[in-house]
């Protein structure tokens, strides 16, 4: 059974940083791509970041571009995605997924973790 788990969330002032973490069971991650989503609340779930399944390849949306960092650890089984500059209209829950490719939108990405809380305060 596959299961990702998202963590490293929390409550930042803005200006902060944050890092989250992706791990994963049930599936090597170094065989697909990942991706970073997230949600606020009334809102439709939005592309944030994507790395392929080497790492040679990533992809940021425009709002988080120059300030996100993906990454991966292939040995550790994990996707990272570093935070800074944080800003309070990034706070939403954040989730990772799988995908055979790299895609930037929700839809080809087959499983999800149950994501983590970005609260960032003004």
């Known amino acids: 059974q596959v299961q990702l788990v998202e963590s490293g969330g929390g409550l930042v002032q803005a200006g902060g940083s944050l890092r989250l973490s992706c791990a994963a069971s049930g599936r090597t991650l170094s065989s697909y791509a990942v991706g970073w989503f997230r949600q606020a609340p009334g809102k439709e779930r939005e592309f944030v970041a994507a790395t392929s399944w080497s790492g040679g390849a990533v992809s940021y949306a425009n709002s988080v571009k120059g300030r996100f960092i993906i990454s991966r650890d292939n040995a550790k089984n994990r996707v990272y995605l570093q935070m800074s500059s944080l800003k309070p209209e990034d706070t939403a829950v954040y989730y990772c997924?799988?995908?055979?490719?790299?895609?930037?939108?929700?839809?080809?990405?087959?499983?999800w973790g149950q994501g983590t809380q970005v609260t960032v305060s003004s």
């Open positions: 997924a799988t995908s055979e490719r790299l895609l930037t939108t929700t839809t080809g990405y087959d499983y």
